[in-house]
């Protein structure tokens, strides 16, 4: 009966920091692809979009470390990146499992039986509740909001992929079809 | 306005009143000039409009929706309500929204007293709240710097990351994440450290963004508050005073657009203890037989040092820290008698707050350096050369803190010492002949000059300790006896003097000078718009 | 058509003529079907005549808002500044899945709009804002850019016109209300996307401050039609007794229907024989119960309504709603309207931006109580809380979100009252919560 946190809001996973250090984005071929990005905007911060897609392409999520050298190249405030990071919740503020799972809920496909997808997904993710990485750290399930695709339900993504018309049967079989 | 040249002026009503503004004015700022105030929270008249509180939506006729008085301009002939019944639920609409999630721990809150969410949900909130579900809770955070970040109570107005981003232009401070999940948050690692981050705490409207330094220590409604001047440095940062059973517990920025708009520094604002200290020097004390000094009466006291000073050529240690008043009465003896007027102050570094012209903390840590020069004094550069048969008056608290061994020696060589001080520092003790006790800047009035010339009253805000005087009225008593100034009996009188004297000060009245100060003449050709860059001996 | 279903005879195929056609997808293929004639038409024209043509067409923004496009077009004037045109691909309004389609199948439809558009208002730049979680339209669209530019359409010399045309395509990353023109603008600078308050209007100060139009991708790819067949054509395509909405209009629909997909019909095609012949109307066994016809945010309208409305702007007013999006959801006999209210509240609580106050604790105030009801602890008084709340998130704040939360809310309670008072639980009522423990006022002052 609590409005608990809402769809598509990470619970925060266990941290586990691995000790391995920060290695920089924005290096040789991937600096050469900022400043294309770049020169199409009469502002460097018009980049930050782009270039946090950039990092998470990269690392798979977007860190401290990852948010002070967006900021350094772009010439803003970490504190600055950080709120336009935690804006959009495409970007991950934490690391997430290698199978990022969306599942959207919203009513139309709500209407649909989104949740009985949701469900699937969790059960044969193993990862049991919303937000959470399975322990093998390769599955996490979120419910995510409209994606937009509602003639189509129940639409998910998997990190890039979109797939259409989900039913709680397929969803074992996509689950099963990850490595 | 006759000016030709000026802005064309909208006339427009505001609650029955009739407002004529400038073009551009926004209606919350032109209601102002009719006395009007219109609720508002995310609006500040020091930082870029945001318009997002909605708590200043007012009934603008022939308008469809409400309007925010802070992001509507005035448009001549305009006719604005503020208390229409539609505009009141609005309000009471906002106030039950802000309230929701907030732990109305006002019991316990800082802010209490001066929380313009408890102000206004007293004017026009409901009486009960119809919230039943669970609130929303975010553990407290500690910014850094002086301040606290109490999540719970915020209320998002984002005055706190329009300051840090647009004025102090150190965007330390975001709005993280969105909808109700939205709080204040910053980087891991930059902390509000800026030499200006305090003022979000003023800023604050609620009780989100606290003082670690006030922190429990004293209810809004127990203070005492009086118009001050920062001493921390020679900008002359306007300020309240604000006491609780006498004791100085905080410093606030008091707005004057010519000097500080709505700001103060950490220096200035954290850097009052000393206002409090207990070492006082309380009673006069005289040299007596024996070389003892022991406690006199005033009577006594001031006998003895006119007596000391009286045809003899009088040098003037003076402190930057010290009124006009009492400089130009302790001039009046060197002026008289040949004598040198000097004075020390510590130096740092400059620090600009980028989104106010002029305003910046100085590199000289003193309030009343440009007084002390247009009065006649020097910095002290070199060892002061003192005859043996010369007397020195040390005034103030010049000889605090580190002081060259040579000018301890110079000073020596002097054939009579009187000091006249709020406290009594262990190595001049053993040099004087009296010691006349006074009071500091928060215990007496008078008028400091800034670097720009701006002359500036200072008020009482606390009582004296033991038998100490205003520093002015120990002068004047003093400088009566030995002879050289006559009749002071209040600090407004000593300044006429200065003003006839002065032509720097022609013009200017103690009166007139009220509590935003004027202008020195011809400041510009004196070579006061330069910051200064004197030395210390 | 019907796309993914096969186009039913009764719709006007225009822009959706080659969904599911994956030649129409590249260049070579497009120009077969008669693509970029009108933009090389187009370049050779005055801007001024394109802002009149379109004008005359009656095109409306295909968004949401219905803002007459060439009036919109109008506001750009030759003044020396640099003007830009950003194209609203961020589709985000549940329901609504068109823009989807046409950028998955005629990207470059979409690239030519944009570009006729770009010239129509004197801008040389212009940016596709798409949806962050549209990963496939983003690569389809970017490719047709690239083989635009490559193909010396777009670029220094666009046509061979001598002129300059820059079109890019600029990823979003999660976020609805970059949907609204001015939170698309900060989002697209670099910002949290926050609705700006307006005067002053995109025209005047826009993206990076400068003179920019912001059209929806049904709206643009609209466009090169009406230049090829011109505005008289566009102006013939709608029912005769409304002047006010011509064309052809792509609607979304889904949730419980026969057949989901997108229909593109000319403007005032009579609702209950769409619903009923092309999407094939209930599933087997089951009845329609509510429609809500254009997303999300507009009143929800009963089975009864929506069969009587007509399918263009006013029609849909006098209904008792809006046209919005054209993102049509049914819900039927089956579906539980709390519930599925809640969830409306809950997507709005989770997308609201958090600038403005009544909206970023109405949303999940409305959302809670929702919650609770739907969940059998609901109370009578909860209904008048709701309405009395919404009552305040409406028409207050800088931009409708707030008010779309609170618009489903209002006219679900009055259409499926019963249903919310099925739900009421016992009453648990708390007393009068006291709003605040105070100190001593007189003291304060």
């Known amino acids: 009966m609590t409005y608990g946190p809402s769809a598509g809001q990470l619970v925060r996973p266990p941290e586990h920091h691995h000790e391995t250090p920060y290695v920089p984005v924005f290096t040789g071929e991937r600096r050469e692809q900022l400043d294309t990005i770049l020169s199409r905007y009469p502002t460097k911060m018009a980049a930050l979009l782009p270039a946090l897609w950039m990092v998470q392409d990269v690392h798979g999520w977007v860190s401290e470390q990852a948010v002070e050298e967006v900021a350094q190249v772009l010439e803003l405030s970490p504190a600055y990146v950080k709120g336009v990071l935690s804006f959009y919740t495409m970007y991950h503020q934490h690391p997430v499992g290698k199978h990022f799972i969306q599942v959207c809920t919203t009513t139309p496909c709500n209407v649909c039986g989104a949740e009985d997808v949701v469900q699937a997904f969790l059960d044969a993710t193993g990862c049991g509740e919303l937000g959470v990485t399975s322990t093998d750290g390769r599955f996490t399930v979120i419910e995510v909001e409209c994606l937009g695709a509602c003639g189509f339900a129940t639409p998910i993504m998997i990190n890039d992929e979109f797939i259409e018309s989900v039913t709680p049967e397929r969803a074992a079989r996509i689950v099963a079809e990850r490595d | ?537 | ?445």
């Open chain 3, 1 to 445: 058509m019907g796309y993914p279903n096969p186009s039913h005879g009764r719709e006007t195929p225009v822009l959706s003529k080659y969904f599911g056609d994956p030649e129409a997808r590249t260049l070579a293929g497009w120009r077969a079907r008669g693509g970029y004639e009108s933009l090389e038409k187009a370049l050779g024209m005055d801007p001024v005549e394109i802002q009149t043509m379109v004008k005359d067409s009656g095109l409306r923004g295909r968004g949401g808002a219905g803002f007459p496009t060439g009036i919109k077009w109008s506001f750009m004037r030759p003044d020396g500044k640099t003007h830009y045109l950003c194209c609203n691909a961020d589709e985000s309004e549940p329901g609504t899945f068109k823009d989807r389609e046409i950028m998955r199948w005629t990207p470059h439809g979409l690239v030519e709009g944009v570009a006729l558009g770009a010239h129509a208002i004197y801008a040389e730049t212009a940016y596709i804002y798409i949806r962050g979680e549209f990963t496939e339209p983003i690569a389809r669209v970017t490719a047709a850019v690239e083989e635009a530019y490559a193909a010396g359409i777009l670029g220094a010399n666009a046509m061979g016109t001598g002129r300059r045309l820059d079109v890019h395509v600029h990823r979003g990353a999660g976020a609805y209300i970059c949907g609204e023109e001015t939170a698309l603008m900060n989002s697209l600078e670099g910002r949290r996307g926050n609705p700006r308050i307006k005067p002053p209007f995109p025209a005047v100060a826009g993206l990076f401050g400068q003179p920019t139009t912001i059209n929806n991708v049904e709206t643009l790819t609209a466009v090169p039609y009406i230049i090829k067949h011109g505005a008289d054509w566009y102006q013939g395509l709608g029912r005769d007794d409304n002047p006010k909405s011509r064309g052809t209009k792509l609607f979304s629909v889904c949730g419980n229907i026969s057949r989901p997909g997108n229909y593109e019909v000319t403007m005032g095609f009579p609702f209950g024989e769409f619903l009923n012949e092309l999407c094939g109307g209930a599933l087997p066994g089951r009845e329609i119960k509510a429609v809500i016809p254009g997303g999300s945010s507009v009143p929800i309208l009963t089975r009864e309504e929506a069969e009587g409305a007509l399918m263009d702007y006013e029609g849909m007013v006098a209904a008792g709603t809006m046209l919005g999006s054209g993102g049509v959801i049914v819900f039927d006999d089956k579906q539980d309207m709390v519930k599925q209210i809640a969830r409306l509240a809950r997507f709005y609580a989770h997308e609201s931006c958090a600038q403005c106050s009544q909206c970023r604790e109405g949303t999940a105030w409305t959302t809670r109580i929702l919650e609770r009801i739907a969940a059998g602890d609901g109370h009578a008084r909860d209904f008048d809380t709701l309405l009395s709340i919404g009552e305040n998130m409406s028409g207050k704040t800088i931009c409708v979100l707030s008010d779309s939360c609170a618009t489903p809310v209002a006219s679900g309670l009055k259409k499926f009252r019963h249903e919310f008072e099925a739900k009421l639980g016992p009453d648990r009522s708390r007393g009068v919560v006291p709003v605040m423990l105070t100190t001593n006022r007189s003291a304060v002052a």
């Open chain 2, 1 to 537: 306005m006759s000016d030709t040249t000026g802005p064309k002026m909208v006339t427009l009503t505001i609650e029955g009143r009739t407002a004529v503004v400038p073009e551009g004015t926004s209606i919350i700022e032109a209601a102002k000039t009719v006395g009007v105030l219109i609720p508002h929270y995310c609006y500040h008249p020091g930082l870029p409009v945001a318009g997002v509180c909605r708590m200043c939506l007012v009934d603008v006729e022939r308008f469809p929706k409400l309007a925010p008085a802070c992001a509507t301009t005035v448009m001549e002939g305009q006719v604005v309500h503020v208390h229409t019944e539609k505009a009141r639920e609005a309000r009471t609409g906002v106030l039950e929204f802000l309230l929701i999630n907030h732990p109305l721990d006002c019991p316990v809150c800082d802010q209490a007293g001066e929380c313009e969410l408890q102000d206004y949900t007293f004017q026009e909130g409901r009486a009960e709240s119809r919230y039943e579900e669970p609130k929303r809770f975010n553990p407290v955070e500690d910014f850094g710097g002086d301040v606290m970040y109490v999540p719970n109570r915020c209320i998002l107005c984002t005055r706190c990351v329009r300051f840090m981003g647009e004025v102090a232009e150190d965007p330390v401070l975001n709005v993280s994440e969105r909808g109700d999940r939205a709080f204040i948050g910053k980087a891991e690692g930059h902390d509000l450290t800026n030499v200006w981050a305090g003022n979000v705490v003023d800023l604050c409207p609620v009780g989100a963004l606290l003082s670690k330094d006030f922190l429990n220590k004293a209810r809004a409604w127990e203070l005492d508050r009086s118009a001050s001047i920062c001493t921390g440095c020679s900008q002359g940062c306007n300020i309240t005073v604000e006491t609780r059973d006498n004791t100085v517990v905080r410093l606030k920025p008091r707005s004057n657009p010519a000097v500080n708009e709505y700001f103060m520094c950490e220096v200035g604002r954290l850097d009052y203890r000393w206002i409090n200290r207990r070492d006082r020097l309380d009673q006069p004390q005289v040299r007596g037989d024996g070389g003892v000094l022991h406690v006199a009466d005033w009577e006594a006291a001031l006998d003895a040092a006119a007596a000391a000073l009286r045809g003899r050529r009088v040098h003037v240690l003076a402190s930057a820290n010290a009124s006009n008043e009492a400089l130009f009465l302790a001039g009046e003896l060197m002026r008289t008698s040949g004598g040198r007027g000097v004075f020390r102050v510590a130096l740092g570094d400059e620090a600009p707050l980028p989104g106010v012209p002029d305003l910046s903390l100085r590199a000289e840590r003193a309030a009343n350096g440009t007084g002390a020069r247009v009065l006649g004094y020097e910095t002290l550069s070199t060892t002061p050369t003192i005859a043996a048969d010369d007397a020195v008056l040390v005034l103030d608290d010049s000889l605090e803190g580190d002081v060259p061994d040579a000018l301890l020696e110079a000073i020596a060589r002097g054939a009579v010492i009187v000091h006249v001080g709020t406290t009594l520092p262990a190595r001049i003790a053993p040099l004087l002949q009296v010691a006349l006790p006074i009071t500091n800047h928060t215990e007496e009035e008078g008028t400091f000059t800034n670097l720009r010339g701006r002359v500036q009253r200072f008020l009482q805000s606390r009582t004296a300790p033991g038998l100490a005087r205003p520093s002015w009225y120990v002068l004047a008593d003093l400088t009566e006896r030995v002879g050289v100034t006559s009749g002071f009996g209040t600090p407004a009188e000593v300044f006429t003097a200065i003003s006839s004297v002065h032509p720097a000060f022609s013009e200017l009245t103690y009166a007139q000078l009220a509590l935003r100060g004027l202008p020195i003449l011809d400041a510009t050709a004196r070579g006061l718009d330069a910051p200064t860059t004197a030395g210390v001996a």
